[in-house]
């Protein structure tokens, strides 16, 4: 059994950096790709960032591109995501999500069903 669990969140202020963390916790991690998505009340969740996690290649929404970052440490069974310059507008829960199937590119990885795990989320709140 694995789980992913999600660290790193909290108030912030407008302008300011922040990484979270999500880790993979079991016997086997065994991911094709990682993602992060962030939801806020009302709206669907939303594709924020994936990886490859043996080629490393990435994959980024629009709205984040330019101040999102998202990494991974293999080893460490742990995937990242840099924020800087946070706005208001990036107040939300944001969730990492794990798949063990390949996809033949990267527009695969910002669909919700294309992951068989989530973690718990992580709430990110930006003041002004």
């Known amino acids: 059994q694995v789980q992913l669990v999600e660290s790193g969140g909290g108030l912030v202020q407008a302008g300011g950096s922040l990484r979270l963390t999500c880790v993979g916790i079991g016997r086997t991690f065994t991911p094709h790709a990682m993602g992060w998505f962030r939801q806020v009340p009302g709206k669907e969740r939303e594709f924020v960032a994936s990886i490859k996690w043996i080629t490393g290649d990435t994959d980024y929404a629009n709205a984040v591109k330019g101040r999102f970052t998202i990494s991974r440490d293999n080893a460490k069974r742990t995937v990242y995501l840099r924020i800087d310059t946070l706005q208001p507008e990036d107040t939300a829960v944001y969730y990492c999500?794990?798949?063990?199937?390949?996809?033949?590119?990267?527009?695969?990885?910002?669909?919700?069903?294309?992951?068989?795990?989530w973690g718990q989320g992580t709430q990110v709140t930006v003041s002004s």
């Open positions: 999500g794990h798949t063990g199937q390949s996809f033949p590119g990267p527009y695969y990885y910002r669909f919700i069903d294309t992951y068989n795990l």
